[in-house]
């Protein structure tokens, strides 16, 4: 066979394949492929749905998202019910503009599967990597200048609004087993502020209180995990309106969301916002003045409040601890561990 022969046939077969791939990366049934990943997130049990605008094919291996929401499944009718007098219904889904998400060909010849991925929410934006290899799944990403607005977290634990942006990264190594989890957190709050001065919180059996936007400055976070335990290494906020301090635990479990908080926080709001307006001054008058056993029991000597976060990341809860030192927090041993079933009591 001539070598002019050879070079022909070659030819050809590298314009099938090439028109081959083209065609299918074309003609890819991407609407039911968008169908199949938010019946997949539903059914796997992690508490979540996700809905996805529109889904078109990004690079030769990959997928890019659009208008794209996140929602516990306990907040599917908009998380906030609409007020009486007629105020619209909170949506506290997270909103993503524009993610996108492919796979590593050379990954899959060594036997593991690795996945880049991306998102933009606002003029923020979280870039990292996925990786699974044997027992072992691993997550690095980085977050640069993400509106909190696009992550309503702090809004649905606190049910205050929140302003600020979050940057930072982690790179954590999930093990089968909860105790071979390592890695480390480190995470900024930029400019954060509490409240907006409309919206009302619910302390006790007083009714709401509307609360005037408190400036918390940045909160910094950072979490050491070693052997399944992450240790809050820092946890700080130093604003004109607010001190924060916190101390604890997370002991973490299969699958994530299981795992249990352990977690002291202890806030300071200072002289300059409780004089700041005739609104802070009846506020606070009213809470020193108020009987609520929980904002009671909240109240140390100094002045400030603690409270102890408990429960799963899924399901946190916020307990009044102000007899608690904030460095006598209870050691991830004396703390109860997750059920196989459910969410266990504490």
């Known amino acids: 066979m001539t070598r002019?022969?050879?070079?022909?046939?070659?030819?050809?077969?590298a314009f099938f394949w090439f028109a081959f791939w083209l065609c299918a990366y074309w003609t890819f049934p991407y609407e039911r492929?968008?169908?199949f990943l938010t019946d997949k997130v539903t059914e796997s049990g992690s508490g979540y749905t996700l809905e996805i605008g529109a889904l078109s094919p990004y690079w030769l291996t990959g997928v890019q998202l659009e208008q794209v929401k996140v929602r516990k499944q306990a907040a599917e009718s908009l998380a906030t019910p609409p007020d009486p007098k007629g105020a619209p219904?909170?949506?506290?889904?997270?909103?993503?503009?524009?993610?996108?998400?492919?796979?590593g060909l050379l990954s899959l010849l060594t036997g593991s599967t690795k996945l880049s991925f991306g998102a933009e929410l606002g003029s923020g934006e979280i870039e990292g990597t996925y990786q699974e290899s044997g027992d072992e799944k691993q997550v690095v990403a980085s977050l640069s200048k993400v509106d909190l607005a696009k992550l309503p977290v702090l809004e649905s634990l606190i049910s205050l609004p929140t302003r600020g942006t979050l940057s930072g990264d982690f790179d954590l190594t999930l093990g089968k087993q909860a105790s071979k989890t390592n890695g480390k957190v480190n995470l900024t709050i930029e400019k954060l502020t509490v409240g907006d001065g409309k919206a009302k919180f619910k302390v006790g059996n007083m009714g709401g209180l509307t609360i005037d936007p408190i400036n918390a400055g940045d909160v910094v976070i950072a979490l050491e995990v070693k052997e399944g335990?992450?240790?809050?290494?820092?946890?700080?906020?130093?604003?004109?309106?607010?001190k924060l301090d916190g101390s604890g635990d997370i002991r973490f479990a299969q699958p994530l969301t299981r795992s249990r908080l352990g977690i002291l926080l202890k806030l300071k709001l200072t002289d300059a916002y409780r004089n700041k307006t005739s609104r802070t001054k009846t506020m606070f008058a009213l809470l020193e003045g108020s009987a609520a056993p929980q904002l009671a029991a909240a109240k140390t000597s100094d002045g400030s409040y603690q409270l102890r976060l408990s429960g799963t990341l899924a399901a946190t809860r916020a307990l009044p601890a102000g007899n608690q030192g904030i460095s006598g927090m209870a050691t991830p041993s004396a703390m109860p561990a997750a059920t196989p079933g459910g969410d266990d009591e504490e």
């Open 33 to 35: 492929l968008a169908a």
């Open 89 to 103: 219904a909170v949506d506290q889904a997270i909103k993503i503009d524009v993610a996108h998400a492919r796979l």
């Open 4 to 13: 002019e022969r050879i070079l022909s046939l070659l030819g050809y077969n």
């Open 229 to 242: 335990t992450g240790t809050v290494k820092k946890l700080t906020a130093n604003g004109p309106d607010l």
